[in-house]
């Protein structure tokens, strides 16, 4: 039903930024909480930043905050996820999720969400 396309990953130094995108497609967007989790090699899937169907909720992991805004924009269908002060443990594999609800509350939990894109690879050399 619903199709999610990460893009802008790379490699940048530590204290770099990069900048995330995750366009949708196939569903209503503004039904749809959404969520950036990420994956080291070895390491269990972790939770990242996500925000409610309408913009006015975020939630962010501890690890991140004050570095990292998660934003959408309903009208283009896209999430993007904003990356300051990177550190190395930052790299890993990026993925864009979506939940088809209109809860006023983002989620943390990866089993609540219906929909994943196949990930960006990001690298935080030091």
């Known amino acids: 039903q619903v199709q999610l396309v990460e893009s802008g990953g790379g490699l940048v130094q530590a204290g770099g930024s990069l900048r995330l995108s995750c366009a949708a497609s196939?569903?209503?967007?503004?039904?749809?909480?959404m969520g950036w989790f990420r994956q080291a090699p070895g390491k269990e899937r972790e939770f990242v930043a996500a925000?409610?169907?309408?913009?006015?909720?975020?939630v962010y992991a501890d690890s991140v905050k004050g570095r990292f805004t998660i934003s959408r924009d309903n009208a283009k269908n896209t999430v993007s996820l904003q990356m300051n002060s990177l550190k190395p443990d930052d790299t890993a594999v990026y993925y864009c999720?979506?939940?088809?609800?209109?809860?006023?509350?983002?989620?943390?939990?990866?089993?609540?969400?219906?929909?994943w894109g196949q990930g960006t690879q990001v690298t935080v050399s030091s």
């Open positions: 925000i409610n169907w309408s913009g006015s909720s975020t």
């Open positions: 999720a979506a939940r088809y609800s209109r809860s006023p509350r983002p989620k943390t939990t990866g089993d609540l969400y219906d929909y």
């Open positions: 196939g569903g209503s967007f503004s039904s749809y909480g």
